[in-house]
């Protein structure tokens, strides 16, 4: 699970930052997080596929966050893309991008889906056989919605010495990795404890941006392994922050803190700061595992 950053800048492109786009590396798979301008050329310098998108997913409709969505769309269609293309997104986008693909994307080679969902309430809006995306209701200036995306549970880990000692039929494999004790033909209850080794841990991560502090947050983000949480504004911008329902980064901090997530990463900054060592430094006083988000860096998870 790798987290690629295309743009962390806020709504102001700058030399340093572009707005808002990254990719969600989960097993092979592709998600796009947000799409602002810029985020074609960005995915260039990935060196990932484009075509190897499953889907996208746009927190709200400020154009920072999805005014390079119809030249990616048409771009697929260049390069040769046939498989749908499902966006999920607040439902006003597909009333406001169905008229520009009808125009510019006439006669696309794959299909485009939307998928909408409501931004004030947090509902599963995707899932698959390992993993599972769920809305994150944020407080910005209108509807916006962060992603958390978890990875489902995993089967136990088989011991392949005590399944030959054993002598354990394979149709009995199925139920051992989900947890079940195995009774030999003679009455004998062999655990599952000693069979099976535990399950890989379910890894997660979650995108906020743009929002307030906002503390019903708080358990949904529980025991995250790594968070986005945007930190347009340092402490001395607290009223500029509070009139554009943005978060500083010292909030970012202590959302993370009140959370317990495992590691944070800063971004959705202002095009004010030339560089963002003060932001870095606020959050730190708040919680320790904390790193700035930039184009061309990827997080392991």
């Known amino acids: 699970m790798s987290v690629y950053i295309l743009g962390c800048g806020s709504a102001l492109p700058t030399r340093r930052h572009l707005p808002s786009a990254q990719v969600l590396s989960v097993r092979g798979k592709l998600f796009l997080i947000d799409c602002g301008e810029g985020t074609q050329l960005q995915f260039r310098h990935t060196h990932l596929n484009y075509n190897k998108i ?8 400020h154009g920072d966050h999805c005014f ?67 809305t994150l209701p944020l407080n910005h200036r209108i509807q916006s919605a ?20 054993y002598d354990i039929p394979l149709r009995e494999y199925p139920a051992i990795k ?55 504004f340092a402490e001395a911008e607290r009223k500029r922050a509070k009139a554009t329902f943005h978060s500083t980064a010292a909030d970012a901090g202590r959302m993370a803190a009140a959370a317990g997530v495992k590691r944070l990463i ?11 060592s003060t932001l870095l430094d606020e959050a730190k006083a708040h919680f320790g595992a904390v790193e700035l988000a930039d184009e061309g860096l990827t997080f392991e998870i």
């Not at 406001?96 to 509902?123: Q, W």
């Open 68 to 134: 390079g969505l119809i030249g990616l769309i048409s771009t697929m269609g260049m390069l040769g893309r046939h498989a749908p293309l499902t966006i999920h997104a607040p439902s006003e986008l597909e009333t406001l991008m169905r008229p520009h693909l009808d125009f510019f994307c006439n006669g696309l080679p794959y299909e485009v889906i939307f998928k909408s969902f409501n931004p004030a309430t947090s509902s599963c809006i995707y899932e698959d056989r390992s993993l599972e995306v769920f």
């Open 178 to 232: 989900a947890g079940a004790d195995y009774i030999t033909p003679e009455g004998e209850t062999v655990p599952n404890a000693k069979l099976t080794k535990p399950a890989t841990p379910n890894r997660s991560y979650a995108y906020v941006s743009d929002t307030t502090y906002h503390a019903p947050l708080i358990p949904l983000l529980k025991d995250v392994d790594l968070l986005y949480h945007e930190a347009t």
């Open 266 to 276: 800063l971004g959705h900054f202002s095009a004010r700061y030339h560089n963002e």
């Open 54 to 61: 499953l889907d996208v997913f746009i927190s709200h409709l």
């Open 146 to 165: 962060g992603f958390l995306f978890k990875e489902k549970p995993r089967d136990r880990h088989l011991i392949k010495e005590w399944l030959t000692f």
